[in-house]
């Protein structure tokens, strides 16, 4: 009998512990199948931050640090500039990466830290249990904003995308999200060429995933889907911002030096 | 052997020291008065082929020293007083992952923004946790650029040994100040093996992990017990003082650092004046050595101690915890920045001499 799917040697055979709809195991997973495609499982250091997938060092079967609220960024710098032969990636929130980590992502943007950054984005903090994140929509209701997030009074949503995108340091942004075949086959496209851009060395790479959050949002897995698509993607739309036209795999002459 | 002596000051003869070390990671945010550690590691360690960072701030500096000491490095921050403060999360991150590091404060006046000038009233932070948890630093003070010197060597020695945070803390006028320092030939530089490391798994068959958390209370708790563990046996090995003239001294001055060389001079003062006074000067102010001070304490020949500090009284309460009611414990204190003169310090000898109050 042929096989046609199976265990990624990437992820380890603990059961994960994320709630049914959430896509947190499918980004797990395409991003560990491209580690192994790629031939990277045992030169990758991952960096765990804080929130729901704080523990994903138990699931993923590379080296794996934990960091602090926010501070996933600094940590994988320290990593990445004592083995700078080894492809560190850090997988952050929403809460923690545009909230609280904000200026170490910024900054680690800025200097093109040779690392990835793997963002995912489902508009409220999940481990809390359902707190407005920076990212909460334009009347979205969450256990802090029970009357819909009010502009005038708790401001605007931030699209982290498109800001990093605006800093030299980083040259591959994309936004990607995981709804259904085409889209994660595509965001497993986007996921290889950061670690492309990594293996270049060429600068800060960063995907962001919109991703859903039924426990918190209120909804049913397929309603949580459907949300995620009629309501996240206006205010985050999909696409690359940075370094789409760009090859990382090849070398070209004015090539930086590399860290 | 000791090599011919070179003049420097104190804060680059820390990074120095840091090089010869085999530290090969600084990452720093500017703050007065440590500056020139980052300066000397800004040029240094690039010439020779580490990595200097100058990171956004002082919380993504520790974290970056978190990252290289999971990585396996060895690892070196240094800040002041409220850059200090903010390290005290990572600080906590680094005991929970049992993270080998050394992190240096040179210490200025407080609280909140204080001054610029030196002090020592980040005693409490240093000796008692600083940041969240059931936690230790191994805190040691130096007295001399030399000793800046030696013992910032030592520090990366006893970080690797027991994968925990070394603090050396120093302040503004150590810092500061530029003294003959004698480098030796060859470093005593301990190597310990670091399996636990995340490096790439490699050949492994496991992957390492590097973390704090541990959600399960029994774990949680078997993992602070080990912690425990550690440092009953750091409170037993690596205690480190300087005892001065206890033999037949009538008032013992317990010091620190500056405060300790003021005193040094004080004591021939007093000498000359037919007052016996000897001192016991911590080196490690954790684990701090309580034992010598007790029996110190017991002595006949020892009335009463005098605690010379540069802060409004933290170290004393240690001292008069070992002390324990034998003798009474006299206090001296400067605060702001400022220093103790020898005659504030000779003028309350002579007053305990005389009966004091205290």
Redesign the interface.
């Known amino acids: 009998m042929a096989i046609v799917f199976q265990p990624t040697e990437g992820l380890?055979k603990k059961p994960l512990h994320y709630c049914p709809g959430c896509n947190h195991g499918i980004i797990h997973r395409i991003i560990a199948e491209t580690l192994v495609e790629m031939g990277l499982?045992?030169?990758?250091?991952g960096?765990?931050s804080v929130g729901c997938t704080?523990?994903s060092?138990?699931y993923?079967?590379?080296?794996?640090?934990?960091?602090?609220h926010g501070?996933a960024p600094?940590?994988?710098?320290?990593?990445?500039?004592?083995?700078k032969d080894?492809?560190v990636f850090t997988y952050q929130g929403d809460g923690d990466l545009a909230s609280i980590g904000t200026?170490?992502i910024?900054?680690a943007a800025a200097?093109g830290e040779k690392i990835c950054a793997f963002f995912v984005n489902n508009a409220v903090y999940g481990m809390t249990s359902g707190q407005m994140a920076p990212t909460t929509l334009l009347g979205q209701v969450t256990t802090t904003s029970p009357f819909g997030r009010d502009a005038s009074y708790q401001g605007y949503p931030i699209n982290v995308s498109e800001l990093i995108s605006n800093l030299t340091g980083a040259v591959y942004v994309e936004r990607v999200c995981v709804t259904d075949y085409k889209n994660i086959m595509n965001a497993k496209k986007a996921i290889r060429k950061a670690f492309e851009v990594q293996l270049s060395g060429k600068g800060f790479a960063f995907v962001e995933f919109l991703s859903t959050c039924p426990t918190n949002w209120g909804k049913d897995p397929i309603e949580a889907m459907d949300w995620l698509k009629e309501k996240m993607i206006p205010q985050y739309p999909l696409g690359c911002f940075k370094g789409a036209d760009v090859d990382f795999t090849k070398s070209d002459d004015n090539e930086e030096v590399k860290a | 052997m000791a090599q011919k002596r070179v003049l420097m000051k104190g804060n680059e003869v820390i990074a120095e020291a840091a090089l010869r070390a085999g530290c090969r990671?600084y990452?720093g945010y500017p703050i007065t008065p440590q500056t020139e550690v980052m300066h000397y590691m800004a040029k240094k360690m690039v010439q020779i082929g580490g990595?200097f960072?100058q990171?956004?701030?002082e919380?993504?500096?520790i974290?970056?020293?978190?990252?290289?000491?999971?990585?396996?490095?060895r690892?070196l921050t240094s800040s002041s007083s409220p850059g200090i403060s903010l390290k005290q999360?990572?600080i906590s991150?680094i005991a929970g992952?049992e993270l080998p590091a050394v992190v240096v404060n040179i210490v200025r006046a407080g609280p909140g923004l204080g001054g610029i000038q030196p002090a020592q009233g980040d005693y409490f932070q240093a000796t008692k946790g600083g940041g969240h948890g059931d936690y230790r630093n191994i805190v040691i003070a130096p007295a001399s650029v030399q000793e800046l010197y030696e013992l910032t060597v030592e520090a990366f020695n006893l970080a690797d040994k027991y994968r925990m945070c070394v603090m050396i803390l120093g302040d503004g006028t150590l810092g500061q100040m530029m003294e003959p320092v004698a480098f030796r030939d060859v470093e005593p530089i301990e190597v310990y093996e670091k399996p636990w490391a995340?490096?790439?798994?490699?050949?492994r068959k496991e992957?390492?992990?590097?973390?704090?958390?541990y959600i399960d209370p029994d774990v949680l708790e078997a993992k602070n017990r080990e912690l425990q563990d550690k440092y009953a046996v750091i409170e037993k090995d690596e205690v480190r003082y300087e005892a001065y003239g206890l033999e037949d001294a009538e008032i013992v001055i317990t010091a620190f650092s500056t405060c300790s060389r003021i005193s040094k001079n004080v004591i021939r003062q007093a000498a000359e004046m037919g007052i016996k006074v000897g001192m016991i000067r911590p080196i490690t102010l954790w684990p701090f050595p309580s034992k010598i001070i007790s029996d110190t304490a017991a002595m006949p020949n020892v009335k009463a101690f005098l605690d010379v500090e540069l802060n409004a009284g933290q170290m004393i309460e240690d001292v008069r915890l070992a002390v324990n009611g034998q003798k009474p414990v006299y206090f001296h204190g400067r605060m702001g920045g400022n220093l103790p003169t020898q005659k504030e310090i000779l003028d309350k000898i002579i007053e305990i001499h005389n009966g004091g109050n205290n």
């Open positions: 380890t499982l045992d030169d990758a250091i960096v765990a704080y523990n060092y138990e993923f079967s590379c080296d794996f640090v934990q960091a602090a501070r600094a940590v994988a710098t320290g990593i990445k500039r004592t083995h080894k492809v200026a170490e910024i900054h200097r | 990671n990452f990595n960072v990171a956004e701030s919380v993504s500096a974290n970056m020293v978190y990252g290289a000491a999971a990585a396996g490095a690892v999360e990572g991150y992952a995340c490096t790439g798994r490699g050949e992957h390492n992990t590097v973390t704090s958390i």
